[in-house]
């Protein structure tokens, strides 16, 4: 008994319902980040931006940095010192300060197609209205299809008769020199 490869399954957040992935995805482009979801589900991203509680933190520091040199500075008549003072704080601060202002939480969930429009009902009733007309407009050229498909196959092909093999001859050697020559 060999060893078997387990099944990817999507599970829809809405539900709990589980679908295998696709198998065959040698058509699909490999940048696709849908690749191998199962036809009809939907994947929806949350990104979320939060304040970045180390930004406020670094930012804290050096403007009590900058507030000492000023104060130990006070007394100085050349204001191109001071500047230099503090230019060098700036050069001693960049690892701290370049701490990002912003974190970004981001979140995917999976949605079956069976529970997208109640989602989009969720979110914005009139994209939902929208997506419904599509999937109704999507739905009746399904069915057009599918009727057209059984018209082909209802119409009978008339047989027409194969002609029958040729049989190759042999030439005599007359006609063969009467050619070459």
């Known amino acids: 008994m060999g060893i078997e490869k387990g099944t990817i399954h999507y599970v829809c957040d809405l539900s709990g319902l589980a679908s295998p992935a696709l198998e065959d995805t040698d058509s699909i482009d490999e940048d696709d980040p849908m690749m191998d979801s199962p036809s009809g589900w939907t994947q929806v991203v949350v990104r979320t931006r939060i304040p970045n509680p180390d930004w406020t933190q670094a930012q804290t520091v050096y403007a009590g940095a900058r507030a000492q040199v000023r104060k130990e500075m ?13 230019f060098a704080l700036q050069q001693q601060m960049i690892p701290i300060m370049d701490v990002p202002q912003f974190l970004m939480n981001e979140a995917a969930l999976w949605v079956a197609p069976a529970h997208i429009q109640e989602l989009m009902r969720r979110l914005d ?18 069915d057009d299809f599918d009727d057209f498909e059984e018209e082909e196959e209802e119409e009978e092909l008339e047989e027409v008769p194969l002609p029958e093999p040729s049989v190759a001859q042999k030439s005599s050697k007359k006609k063969k020199k009467a050619a070459a020559g």
């Open 74 to 86: 006070k007394d100085e008549k050349d204001p191109t010192v001071v500047q230099l003072a503090l």
């Open 125 to 142: 009733p009139e994209v939902a209205e929208i997506f419904e007309e599509e999937n109704k407009a999507l739905a009746d050229l399904d």
